[in-house]
């Protein structure tokens, strides 16, 4: 069964400081990866996805993420982080499921961003 | 752009009563999912519909049913409510399946206590 692992459930960094959220993932094929951020009392917003080709993977609000497969990795960066990327980011992974498209999510990793 | 609206936002509901969470989606969407959240717990998937008249179990559907009457509304029914079902609720829909490359647009979510 796949499953996704954030192991940092909450990370703080300095604004204008660099960001990395990790991502593992279990899953034998080819993964379809997804990172998600929810802002305070909002749903979730999708900020990337891969799913083939270029391992490093651009998204919205300047995150960007690097699918290594040796690493079951799927790790979400950012090189200087704005105030209101305060937020819970979400890993998810998706494949075919007793005959559904199942999207696993991770538990979640929450940014505090001081000043 | 509404998006995926759901309503109530907020509710309280006692032990063994019974509600109908809203949603509904104004982009032309065939997929349509509840999850719920729970703390430490990421997002785990209640029920899905891949179209209107078709619905089908997730991993946690228990305590829940659905219907699909037409392609933008998915209510989402809680019979006799329990302690048990104290969570976030988020709808969500995409125009095909995750493993399409489409994006799933989440709405706001509804907060549900049941003491």
């Known amino acids: 069964a796949q499953s996704v692992t954030q192991p940092d459930i909450h990370i703080t960094v300095s604004e204008g400081a660099s960001l990395e959220l990790r991502c593992n993932y279990s899953y034998g094929a080819t993964p379809y990866l997804f990172w998600y951020v929810q802002s305070p009392g909002q749903g979730l917003q999708l900020l990337l996805k891969?799913?083939?080709?270029?391992?490093l993977v651009q998204g919205i609000k300047g995150f960007e993420a690097e699918f290594k497969r040796s690493q079951s990795s799927f790790n979400l960066r950012k090189p200087s982080v704005h105030w209101s990327d305060a937020a819970e980011y979400f890993c998810a992974v998706a494949q075919n499921s007793g005959g559904y498209q199942k999207v696993t999510f991770g538990i979640g990793t929450k940014l505090q961003v001081i000043p | 752009n509404a998006g995926v609206t759901q309503t109530p936002k907020f509710r309280i509901l006692k032990i063994g009563q019974s509600m109908t969470l809203q949603c509904t989606q104004d982009m032309n969407h065939n997929y349509m999912y509840w999850y719920r959240q729970d703390p430490g717990m990421g997002l785990k998937l209640i029920y899905y519909s891949v179209g209107a008249g078709i619905t089908d179990k997730g991993e946690v559907p228990n305590g829940y049913n659905v219907s699909r009457s037409t392609t933008e509304d998915f209510p989402l029914r809680l019979e006799l409510a329990a302690p048990s079902q104290t969570s976030v609720y988020f709808c969500?829909?995409?125009?095909?399946?995750?493993?399409?490359?489409?994006?799933?647009?989440f709405g706001e979510g509804s907060w549900l206590t049941v003491v």
């Open positions: 969500a829909s995409s125009r095909t399946g995750p493993l399409s490359g489409n994006t799933i647009y």
């Open positions: 891969y799913f083939s080709g270029d391992t």
